[in-house]
């Protein structure tokens, strides 16, 4: 019988107390790598929400006029 792996992903919304979710890793424990990685994607991610909410009212004020 092939051995079977458990994989584990992170539940924000889990009792941290519970003991059942391992613990969530610490950003310094992360590879340079993928914290720029992920640096940029989040900055991104924020840029382009701004330019959608900001393109989102402007429309609704052209309708308005």
Do not use: C
Not at 35 to 55: C, H, I
């Amino acid at each position: 019988m092939p051995r079977q792996f458990m994989i584990y992903q992170f539940d924000l919304f889990s009792d941290p107390y519970r003991g059942k979710t391992p613990a969530m890793p610490q950003w310094q424990d992360f590879p340079e790598g993928t914290r720029q990685t992920l640096t940029a994607l989040m900055v991104r991610l924020f840029v382009d929400y701004a330019n959608d909410v900001s393109a989102s009212q402007s429309m609704e004020a052209s309708h308005d006029a």
